[in-house]
Every structure is written in structure tokens, then in C-alpha cells.
């Protein structure tokens, strides 16, 4: 029991210390840690709980591990929140701690604040095209349902970085996954993929219209619309 405590506190060691080096910006994006040699020696702590702070943070999205002896190699500050928590989301959905409701919820809170905010926003080059061109990738009537499902989702991701807020994009890429997940079960064990698609089509185009409009209000309401109607279908 005290070596395990010993070696838990180690770990919080270099995890705050690589924290607070972010915040006072002493360690910045594309910067390399130092060794786990020095970090041990510097904490004065076994490699192989260095080695567990890494990897720690490896999972958290904050560095990436490279191995070999390039300009690339060793441990870099990366930075990617969404991968992170979209992985921690997807799971805690499946274990059914995050029920599917309170994603629709979330969803429908984030979304119609971005479509609203969107009008007033000032677009990147480029990111209206990328909801355009997933809708029309969305026509293709071949298309297998999880194939649909999935830019579906994608598209949802695109509209609401439209609004430009880099918070509210991660959140939206993190339920990515979830998103797709929940709307594939409903696919599979109802059913009625014929009966919906055309409908899907059909308001995500009304939607991407508003939005290209600047039309906040309407967006939003027409997206809100979208997801409760769909929702509503797999209970
Ligand atoms: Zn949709």
C-alpha cells in the first residue's frame, strides 16, 4: 500500500509540473519533454513512473510519443482535447453512465447556439464549402447507412465550427463519435433507414441553407428540429 501511494504521488509530480509548465508557457505546443532519465532524476522517481505520467498524458491528448533517434523522436506537446474526450465520451456512452438523452440534450444546446452565433461569425475559408460538399456526399443514394451516419455526424461537427468558438468545437468533435453511435443503434434495430434518409436529406440541406443565409434564428430552430424529430423516432 505506501509504495503504491509513493508511486501515485510521484506521478501527480510530473503531471502538475508538466501542467504548470504549459500555463506559464515554459513548455509550449511542438516542444520535446526531456528524457526519462532526467525527468527521473529530476523528480527523483523510478523511470517506470515517468513512464506512467507519459503515458498518462499520452491518453489525455497533451503529448505523442515518438520512438527512434530522428528530429522527431522523444515525447512532443501535442495538444489534441478532441480525440481525448471523444474516446472518454464514446466509452462512457457504451457503459451507459452518459445516457443517450442527455447527448441529444447537449447536442441540441450546442448546436442552436452555434447555427445562431454562426451568422454573426466570420468563416474560415473553406469551412461552409466542407458542410456542402458532406451533404453532397450525403446524396449519393448507394450509400450504406453507416457510411450516412457517419458525415452525418461529421457535418453536425462542421456547422458548428461555423460559430468560431474553439471550446464548443471541441465539445461537438468529441461527441462525434457518440453522435454516430447512437443514431447507428437506432439505424440497425429499427429499421427504417428507407423510410428516413430522404427525410434526413431533405432538413439537413433546409439547414445548410439558413446557415449559408445567415439566417441565425432560422438555423437554429431548423436544427433543433432535426435532432429532436430524429430522436424522437428511436424511443
Ligand atoms: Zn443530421
Redesign the pocket.
Known sequence: MPVERASERAHDAVLRHIEDSLRSGGLKLGDRLPGERALAEQFGISRASVRDAIRALEVMGIVRSATGSGPNAGTIVVSDPSSALGSALRLHVASQRLPVKDIVEARVMMETWSLAHAADAEWEPGQAEEARRLLEAMDDPGLPSPAFTAL??Q??VALSALAGNSVVSTMMDSLRESIRGY?DDAVSTRGQWHDIVGE?RR??WE?LEAVEARDGERAARL?QE??EW?YARTL
Do not use: E, R, T, W
Request: glycine share 0%.
Open positions: 452525418d455526424a457535418f453536425h443514431v434526413l432538413q439537413h439547414i436544427v432535426h435532432i430524429f
